[in-house]
T-cell receptor, first 111, second 114 residues
Framework: ELKVEQNPLFLSMQEGKNYTIYCNYS?????LYWYRQDPGKSLESLFV?????AVKQEGRLMASLDTKARLSTLHITAAVHDLSATYFC???????????FGKGMKLTVNP | DAGVIQSPRHEVTEMGQEVTLRCKPI?????LFWYRQTMMRGLELLIY????????DSGMPEDRFSAKMPNASFSTLKIQPSEPRDSAVYFC????????????FGNGTRLTVT
């Protein structure tokens, strides 16, 4: 059974700082998704990573995938308050169309 | 495109009552998923459909929960009878091609069972 683990689960950081959050998954999967959820809102897709070494960037967020280590990272550069949200990673178990989500990482960026 | 549409946005009901949640997926999407979100358990998949056929309902908590998809543009999740532990946000999501494309989530239904 595929398990997806994120750490940390809570992060409070200052504006302008950098940080990396981690997502581990327990069994082989052919892709990895990152989603963002604002408080009281729905989930929005950010990135899909398809292969080992894949890197995607949008604005101050950069995601990467290491399939051998079963690890994805989401790097935040020069954080701003607008990045405050909960970030989820998700992966499909082999042979299934569903996505298994991590518990999410609640990010608070303080001025 | 209006996106995935869920109704109602909020539902407050008493224990023992029947609750029906509704979802209209994005037109052309062949997959529909029902997820439940709670603080304790995070996002859990309840059931998903492909071309209106239930494929995996292993996440449905118990017989009190049932889901249907009578056509490509409508799905329901029913809880009968409801219990306080069912209180959660229920999300419907659709995708073009299963896990090969991103899920598009609705705004969710916040269910409170008293």
């Amino acid at each position: 059974e595929l398990k997806v683990e994120q750490n940390p689960l809570f992060l409070s950081m200052q504006e302008g700082k950098n940080y990396t959050i981690y997502c581990n998954y327990s069994t082989t999967s052919d892709r990895l998704y990152w989603y963002r959820q604002d408080p009281g809102k729905s989930l929005e897709s950010l990135f899909v990573l398809l292969s080992n070494g894949a890197v995607k960037q949008e604005g101050r967020l950069m995601a990467s995938l290491d399939t051998k280590a079963r690890l994805s990272t989401l790097h935040i550069t020069a954080a701003v308050h607008d990045l405050s949200a909960t970030y989820f990673c998700a992966a499909p178990p082999g042979g299934s169309e569903k996505l298994v989500f991590g518990k999410g990482m609640k990010l608070t960026v303080n001025p | 495109d209006a996106g995935v549409i869920q109704s109602p946005r909020h539902e407050v009901t008493e224990m023992g009552q029947e609750v029906t949640l509704r979802c209209k997926p994005i037109s052309g999407h062949d997959y529909l998923f029902w997820y439940r979100q709670t603080m304790m358990r995070g996002l859990e998949l309840l059931i998903y459909f492909n071309n209106n056929v239930p494929i995996d309902d292993s996440g449905m908590p118990e017989d009190r929960f049932s889901a249907k998809m009578p056509n490509a543009s409508f799905s329901t999740l029913k809880i009968q009878p409801s219990e306080p532990r069912d209180s959660a946000v229920y999300f419907c999501a659709s995708s073009l091609s299963g896990h090969l494309s991103p899920l598009h989530f609705g705004n969710g239904t916040r269910l409170t069972v008293t």
